[in-house]
């Protein structure tokens, strides 16, 4: 029984000696902002309607410290849609490298009808793009 006490007691103290390392590779978030969607890809301008399918959009990130939040899509009507792409900002150490991002939406129409997606580009520029639902 002490064998099987001291064997457990230097399981636990070796154990302890690696967790208590310190791990200081987490950034944090400093700011959330929009980003400008650069293009947005449509894989089908016909779909049926209950059907799934991705809308892709780019973004370029000037720096490695920045990457994909969220989107903020909007209902304007029963079949305009306004979607504006967020981005974060980390404290952290980072290469001012720029880089493309890729994010979908996957859109499931529950009705019938001519679907208008209009993403923010920058300032007052959209990309419009039409989806028709049979």
């Not at 981005?87 to 859109?107: E, L, S, W």
């Not at 209009?118 to 520029?125: I, P």
């Amino acid at each position: 029984m002490k064998k099987l006490l001291n064997i457990g007691f230097s399981v636990l103290f070796l154990g302890l000696i690696f967790i208590s390392c310190e791990d200081n590779d987490y950034q944090t978030v400093q700011s959330i902002g929009r980003i400008r969607i650069d293009s947005v890809k449509v894989m089908k301008d016909t779909m049926d309607v209950y059907s799934i399918q991705s809308i892709k959009t780019y973004s370029t990130y000037p720096s490695q410290c920045e990457g994909f939040y969220g989107y903020d899509y909007i209902y304007d009507s029963n079949l305009e849609r306004s979607v504006t792409a967020y981005r974060y900002t980390t404290d952290g150490p980072c290469t001012q490298k720029a880089y493309v991002g890729v994010n979908q939406i996957n859109f499931s129409p529950r009705q019938k009808g001519t679907y208008i997606f209009k993403f923010w580009n920058g300032g007052n520029s959209l990309i419009t793009k039409t989806i028709v639902v049979e």
